[in-house]
């Protein structure tokens, strides 16, 4: 179709497009010179099927990410509130999530190398449109390295930083989402095209050469990214997936678990309780607007009824252990110091400094049938690493809100 003769552009009109045509006789040596990169992986098939499993890695992380934030943050309103039941929920979720983190890393890693010599192409933008879609897709790698980065450091409880990761990982992941929907609608019509067309023949490099014999077709590119992905979930997975504990090499919490089965996150020394926790003088307090403020004993909380609950530590840093606890339910101790129905509970610990040291629980959880004080895990009194004597328990909830070392029920309505 022929086009209309475009006028002269004018600096004012699209500054982009104007410096971009003064470039042009520029062109830098090395890699800015065409038929600089030869590779045929340098491809949009190979870059639009990495891109499509990204999408999903990225928007299946999100989602998790999501209900894990909320999950700590409840908003309490309507079907947006976390469910008690099932109790493996969020182990399943929070598991998902880091799994599909660590399967982003290589399939990023590969894309980027696919796409990389887009960096060196001339004039860099050839109108202000073009211009900001590639400061769009800056953002969207940059955004992407960050939060695969702080997560993978989140798993092995490595914070070489200032800032809080929770806060910033979260925050950070909504900018991610949104650059990566604009980026999804920029390349949709090119993705479509490059996918349409079996890998082997697509257009950037119809003309290419078939490769020589002995180096990588697309399709063994692919083959090779998809076992890469294969050997980081299979090595990782175990840490929350125990039938694939044997495999998982690079876990960091499964190697040797930990006392009763179950890897300790803070022990007791780090929390400053080794002898508050075993202290004769150790009272649970069940305190707040109640009717008969509570001061309960171990030997008082083991005469009282005794429930049984198999459930999971899942600790947001990807590693999770389940174990048949059992102890006295939360309600039970609620109605026997008269607390109205509603309201929160916070609960408090024994540890005096660092984070964790409480968590809340809503009417809900506080009331479920499994939502336990316990004092004993598999049969045994709790290891004091674990909580002893006495650590809340409560299903579909994570790791960090099943606070140890109890000593405080605080009713408030
Ligand atoms: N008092 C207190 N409770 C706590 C913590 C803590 O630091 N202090 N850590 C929490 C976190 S992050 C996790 S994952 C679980 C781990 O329990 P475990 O050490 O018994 O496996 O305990 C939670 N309870
Ligand atoms: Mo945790």
Known sequence: MPRRPQPPLKPGKDPVAFVARRLEAHRPPGPFQEGAFTSRLHDEGVAARLGLALAVTFFTCFATGLISHFAQNPLDIGFLSTPVSPGWLYRVTQGTHVAMGIASIPLL??????VYPLLFTWPPAKNVVQATERLFVGALVALAVFQLFSGLANTVGWYPWEFNFVVTHFWASWMLIGVLMIHIGAKMRQTRRALA???EETEAH???????????????????AAAAVGA???TTVGQTFRPFKELAALAPRVPGIGPQGIPINRSAISAGV???AIDAAFRLRVTGDVQTPLELSIADLRAMPQHEAD???TCVEGWSASGVWSGVR??????RAGAPEGGEIIVRSLQMRKSFRTSELNTIFARADDTLLALDINGEPLHIDHGFPCRLIAPNRPGVLQTKWVTTLEVRT
Not at 109 to 114: D, E, G, H, I, N
Not at 206 to 224: D, Q
Not at 330 to 335: F, G, N, P
């Open 274 to 276: 080794t002898e508050t």
């Open 109 to 114: 890693l590969f894309k980027l190398w696919t």
């Open 330 to 335: 939360v309600r039970d101790l609620l109605e």
């Open 197 to 199: 067309k079996p890998v």
């Open 232 to 234: 980081v979930t299979l």
């Open 311 to 313: 459930l999971p530590i």
């Open 206 to 224: 119809a003309e290419s050469p078939p490769a020589p014999t002995g180096t990588l077709s697309r399709r063994g590119a692919l083959g090779a």
